[in-house]
Each structure stands twice: as structure tokens, then as C-alpha cells.
């Protein structure tokens, strides 16, 4: 590196070094002082000079020539971040350079109309272009292909998303009508059972002779199966023995929704008085008592 | 009206370009039809035979696009007969013939030259800007030309660089659409002669191409000697300093030499050992056909 010891600087011989050491020229840690050649020329009185010169003075509807900032851009950044146009970013570059030949344009179309310069040319006016036709059709046909695979790819886009609801919307549909299916049969099912004479199930028609049959038995209908049975049954719907469906499975042990702690633990409003008065005392109070009354 | 505004521009260039140089010339022959063309330029001539060249054709101005190793394409605007000239290096040409420029204009329709308000701030891009006008802008009521006024270069200053494009002007509200051609110039000096003459400007942020690639290059290189040296470094460490201990004689007071074994000299082949029979080894055979079995199953 530059600022090496000056001993591997062998065209500079000892005594040269002191004195320049004693002069004050050597500072420590710079050693080599690099004296840069005088590069960069800017001759600012000269280049003013060539431009009076050089300059001509035509009017300006020779020149046509509009030296302006940019469009100020009412939905973006301020002016002040037109400094801040960071070059590697390629948008905002060009479209710096688009607001700037904007600016251009608003200010020079009025001058022009007011010189009588046409800027639009007649639609009977054909003469010839810069690009030729084969060329603009080249670019029609590309930009038509891009807006198509774009096109095709949000129809795809779309069909996978429609197809996704719709599989939802049928799988939501053949639950309801499972659920539905059930809750018909349950119902029927109660109903011949006896233990519901109401036919709320609208199309559900039952014979008399049925309704005779199960007279006898409706005067069981406040007991009715035991809590057991009847909790089992409305968990496990109606009907005998299914091979072991009334017993618990793995989901069903983890499930604890249905737990009430208040109820397990005998913690809730009691079960009306009797409880609360036929409570036994404990050992200890009972002892208490005994010894009270000796 | 008469055309009073006697500009012409002579486009060439020397030998060596590529594709995409020559498709920038064409276009700008397109684009501005006060252009005149001529063969390619030997390089061996020396660049002062550009004037003369212009003379003969009766050019007043000059653009003269010089490829240099088959890699960079630089560019010399002059105004002939006195000066002065300005040398760029050309970068990120995009020509006409590109699908994505999409925009149109008539051929030989008048551009509308749009500066970046930093081209007034400096005298050197004050005197650029005089030279891109005069040598862009298509004289009034030129005979190859169309009165109607359709399309507008911009020349802006950003980067350090000056960076050219081209727009056709769709709408009176100013939609634009872009034409092309562009590409990108990086100001190298200034001369007040015509290809010659004293320096007037020289752009300290230009950086020569052959520059650019050897500090890429020695920045590689710079890479890798330092992976090499922190690998030496590494193995240094790893191995230790190994001070050199003088031989201490305490060391070997106590050490005893073992006895010397008589030696044997073997004259008889020793016994073979007992040949016991593997009764596992069917077993184990099968066993291995079975896991072989299993596993390309």
C-alpha cells in the first residue's frame, strides 16, 4: 500500500530523506506524497469564449429547442426528490425522462401554434414514416401476443380460483343436505319411538293404527329411556347395537368441550336445597359437636 | 418559404463497428435528413482527415462514430471548418428496429429539442447544448423535410451522463410514446478546434472503458490473494509456532536402551491355521438374499 515504511522506497536515498524530514515535508504514516498531474482541464473562460463564438442567432422557430424541468407530478414525489432520481433504477429514470419531453411539449405546442406550425398531421396526409409499415406491423403483432398470454393467464388464474369455490360451495351443500338427511330420519325416528306426538316434520304422515300402538307407551314419556340412554342416543343418533358406535373414540375422549367444571366438581347452583340440608358434617365438626354437648 | 438555414451533418464512421453501431447511424440518417452519409473511414488515417472529408461534401457539421476493439463505440460531434468538437463514449444503444419502441413518426418531420435545465448551469454543457442543437434540429423548410413538427428528443443530464431519447408526440396533451433511438453519452474532453486543438473541457468522472476493466480485473485478483493469504494464515495458525527448544541433556540422562532381540531367521513355513467351518454361513447367505429382495422391492 501507499503508506508503506519509506525504507521499501528505493528511489528516495537516505540523506534525501532527512531532509525533507527536516523540512517538515514527511508527516508520520505518509510517507510517499503523490503530486497528481494536472488532469482534468476546465477552461471555463475559454469554453465561454468558443461558445459566444460558436452561438448562432437564429430565431427560435429554426432551433426549436426548450430547456425546462420537469412535469411537476401531482401524484408522486415532490420536486425536490427529482435530485434524489436514483440512475440504477430504470422506472423512475425513464420516466423523469418522459415528465421532462412532457414539460417540453406543454410549453412548445402553444408557441408553435401560435407561429402556425402544424404538429398534427391531417389524416390524408400520407408521407412517408420512419418506421415502415412491416415494421409497426411487426410491433402491433407483439404487443397483441404479450396482451393475449397475459389474458391467458388470468383466465387460468381465474378458473383455478372459481373451480376452488365451487368445490367448496358443493362440499358445504352435500353436508347440509347429510345433516338435514339426518335430522329427518332422528326426528321420524322419535316420533315412532313416542317420545314426540308433534308432526313438526312437515311431510311425515303416520297411520292411527301406529298412534294406537304406541298410546300406551306415551304415558311413559316424561321418564322415557334412562339419562344414559337418552344421552347416548342423542350423541350417537337412534337405533341398536352398531357394532361399538356408542362408545368413545380416540377424538371423541380428547374432545373436552363438553366439560362443565362447575358441574363435575359439584360447584354449581346446587341441585336444589336437599343437598345443601342433608349435608353430613365432617369428622372433625361432628367430634366438635360431640364434645360440646358431654 | 426559403430555406435559409444551411446545416449539414455528415454521418460515418470508421472501420471495426457492429451491427448495432451501424443500425444507430442508419437511424439517425432517418431521423434527420439535413444528414449526409459517406464510407467507412480507415482508421489509419488521422482525424484531421475528417475536415477535409466534410469540405469535400460540403458539410458544416459532423458526427463520426469510431469503434475501438471491436467493444467500445465512441462518438465525435464537431462543427467543421473551426471548431469545437466534443468526444463521448456511446453506451446502451437501443435502435429503432426494436420491438419495444412502439411510437412512430413521418420521416424527416422536425424534432423538438427538449434540455434538462442543468445544460444552462455550466459553461461546458452550455456549449454542448449549442452543438446538440444545431446539429440536431432540421432547418426549417429543408426540402427533405416535413413541416409538421411530431416527435421530440430529449437530451438529459443525470449520472454524470448525457442520455438521449426520442418521442413521438400522440395527443395535443402531451402523450408520449417512445421512437427511438437511444443511447447514453459519457462526456470524455472538449476541443476548441475541429478534431484537434487545445483542450477546453476534460470530464473528471469519465473513466476510459480499458480502465474499467482492469480495476474489475485487479479487484477479482485483489479477491482472490486475499482468500489465499487468509488460507495461509490459517494454516500457520493451525500448525503452530514451533519454537526451537535447545536440546536439554537432563532429557536423556535417565533413558535406558532396550535389550537387542537375538535374530530369528525363519527357515521353515509357519503352520497354516486350522480351516473352522462357518456354521452361520448358509444362514447368513440367505439372509442377505432376503435383504437384498426386500430392498428392490
Known sequence: ?294 | GKWKNKERVLIFSSRGINFRTRHLMQDLRTLMPHSKADTKMDRKDQLFVINEVCEMKNCNKCIFFEAKKKQDLYMWLSNTPQGPSAKFLVQNVHTLAELKMTGNCLRGSRPLLSFDPIFDKEPHYALLKELFIQIFSTPQYHPKSQPFVDHVFTFTVTDERIWFRNYQIIEEDASLVEIGPRFVLNLIKIFQGSFGGATLYENPHYRSPNMHRRLIRLSVAAKLREKQQVKEVQKMKKKGSKALIGEDPTEVVFETPAEEKPVEIQLVKPESKPIIKDKKKPRKIQRKKQKKLFRTE
Not at chain 1, 350423541?235 to 356408542?246: A, P, V
Open chain 1, 1 to 294: 500500500s501507499d503508506s508503506e515504511s519509506g525504507s521499501e522506497d528505493s528511489s528516495l536515498s537516505d540523506s534525501e530523506l532527512q531532509e525533507a524530514f527536516s523540512k517538515g515535508l514527511l508527516k508520520p504514516g505518509l510517507n510517499v506524497v503523490l503530486e497528481e498531474r494536472p488532469k482534468r482541464r476546465n477552461d471555463t473562460d475559454g469554453l465561454k469564449l468558443c461558445l459566444s463564438e460558436f452561438k448562432q442567432q437564429l430565431a427560435w422557430v429554426e432551433r426549436l429547442d426548450v430547456t425546462l424541468g420537469q412535469v411537476v407530478d401531482p401524484v408522486a414525489q415532490s420536486a425536490t426528490s427529482k435530485d434524489a432520481v436514483d440512475p440504477e433504477n430504470d422506472f423512475q429514470r425513464e420516466m423523469s425522462f418522459y415528465r421532462q419531453a412532457q414539460a417540453a411539449v406543454l410549453e412548445a405546442l402553444p408557441k408553435l401554434r401560435k407561429l402556425q406550425i402544424p404538429t398534427r398531421r391531417p389524416d390524408d396526409y400520407f408521407a412517408e414514416m420512419a418506421k415502415s409499415d412491416q415494421q409497426m406491423q411487426k410491433i402491433r403483432q407483439k404487443l397483441k401476443s404479450k396482451q393475449e398470454a397475459m389474458e391467458r393467464s388470468e383466465k387460468a388464474k381465474q378458473l383455478r380460483a372459481m373451480r376452488k369455490y365451487g368445490k367448496k360451495v358443493q362440499t358445504e351443500i352435500l353436508q347440509r343436505r347429510q345433516k338435514e338427511k339426518k335430522n329427518m330420519l332422528n326426528a321420524v325416528k322419535k316420533y315412532q319411538k313416542g317420545l314426540s306426538d308433534k308432526l313438526d316434520f312437515l311431510d311425515e304422515e303416520q297411520t292411527s293404527s301406529q298412534g294406537n300402538k304406541k298410546g300406551s307407551a306415551n304415558q311413559r314419556i316424561k321418564k322415557g329411556p334412562n339419562a344414559k340412554r337418552r344421552y347416548k342416543n342423542q350423541k350417537f343418533g337412534f337405533g341398536g347395537k352398531k357394532k361399538g358406535s356408542k362408545w368413545n373414540t380416540k377424538e371423541s375422549f380428547n374432545d373436552v368441550s363438553s366439560f362443565r367444571p362447575k358441574v363435575a366438581h359439584n360447584k354449581g347452583p346446587g341441585k336444589g336445597g336437599k343437598k345443601a340440608l342433608n349435608k353430613r358434617p365432617g369428622k372433625r365438626a361432628r367430634q366438635k359437636m360431640k364434645n360440646r354437648a358431654r
